[in-house]
């Protein structure tokens, strides 16, 4: 059995029960970094064996991931916050998987962009997940093809190029559009910033941004 278990995006405490009885019961996780997992592992008192898996070894390690689960093991994969494969690594090991006849469970479980949704007061009942943009060829294509949905869409974004992305969305789907950043979902300093795009790239410019980041965009203006 191949286990996908949603690790918290921020607070230790957003973890299932299931989740920690499968990493106590598994022979073996698969982390994106042992260091940022060794964390939580530690905190819940929970000693299985540790490997890296993680989006620059994922294609040469499924096979041989497969294998051992073809071997009798089981085997639970964590990304460093949040459902694995989501935005993270895990679609080709569970691609893999379930080619070679492997059974894979995913867990239910912390994922950021469902609380950033919410909390960000735009209409939820249709929305579609963007991710991660492309930082270089076929950015520009997709800022425009995003600006033409007739639903929320939501981006996941680095702190460092939040500005950059704020100016460009502003540009393309336009500065009135209403919007709204996440930041550090879940942890001590959470905090989400609503306005239209326009005032969002001013606020975060006056204020650069630390920690994770969700941007949620309506397709309505103010």
Same mark, same amino acid.
């Given at each position: 059995?191949?286990? #996908?278990?949603?690790?918290?995006?921020?607070?230790?405490?957003?973890?299932?029960?299931?989740?920690?009885?499968?990493?106590?019961?598994?022979?073996?996780?698969?982390?994106?970094?042992? /260091?940022?997992t060794?964390?939580?592992?530690?905190?819940? +008192?929970?000693?299985?064996?540790l490997?890296?898996?993680?989006k620059?070894?994922?294609?040469?390690t499924?096979?041989?991931?497969?294998?051992?689960?073809?071997?009798?093991?089981?085997?639970a994969?964590?990304?460093?916050? *949040?459902?694995?494969?989501?935005?993270?690594?895990?679609?080709?090991?569970?691609?893999?998987?379930?080619?070679?006849?492997?059974?894979?469970?995913?867990?239910?479980?912390? &994922?950021?962009f469902?609380?950033a949704?919410?909390?960000?007061?735009?209409?939820? +009942?249709? !929305?579609f997940?963007?991710?991660?943009?492309?930082?270089?060829?076929? /950015?520009?294509?997709?800022?425009?093809?995003?600006?033409?949905?007739?639903?929320?869409?939501?981006?996941?974004?680095?702190?460092?190029?939040?500005?950059? &992305?704020?100016?460009?969305?502003?540009?393309?789907?336009g *500065?009135?559009?209403?919007?709204?950043?996440?930041?550090? #979902?879940?942890?001590?300093?959470?905090?989400?910033? /609503?306005?239209?795009?326009?005032?969002?790239?001013?606020? !975060?410019?006056? &204020?650069?941004?630390?920690?994770?980041?969700?941007?949620?965009?309506?397709?309505?203006?103010?």
């Amino acid at each position: 059995m191949l286990y #996908i278990v949603p690790t918290p995006v921020g607070n230790l405490e957003d973890i299932t029960f299931r989740a920690l009885r499968v990493l106590r019961e598994v022979d073996l996780v698969l982390a994106e970094d042992t /260091r940022t997992t060794s964390i939580l592992l530690k905190h819940y +008192d929970i000693h299985t064996p540790l490997r890296s898996h993680h989006k620059f070894n994922e294609h040469v390690t499924a096979s041989g991931v497969v294998q051992e689960l073809l071997s009798g093991k089981q085997i639970a994969l964590v990304s460093d916050a *949040g459902t694995p494969a989501i935005s993270d690594p895990g679609f080709l090991l569970v691609r893999e998987a379930v080619c070679a006849g492997v059974e894979v469970q995913c867990l239910p479980g912390a &994922t950021a962009f469902v609380p950033a949704l919410v909390d960000s007061a735009l209409p939820n +009942d249709r !929305f579609f997940f963007e991710g991660f943009l492309p930082q270089k060829k076929g /950015r520009q294509t997709r800022l425009k093809q995003l600006a033409e949905l007739d639903h929320t869409f939501i981006l996941y974004e680095s702190p460092f190029r939040l500005q950059k &992305t704020l100016e460009q969305l502003a540009e393309y789907a336009g *500065g009135a559009r209403r919007a709204s950043v996440s930041r550090e #979902i879940s942890k001590v300093h959470e905090q989400t910033v /609503r306005g239209t795009l326009s005032e969002l790239a001013e606020y !975060f410019r006056q &204020t650069p941004p630390k920690g994770e980041i969700v941007i949620c965009v309506g397709s309505e203006e103010i």
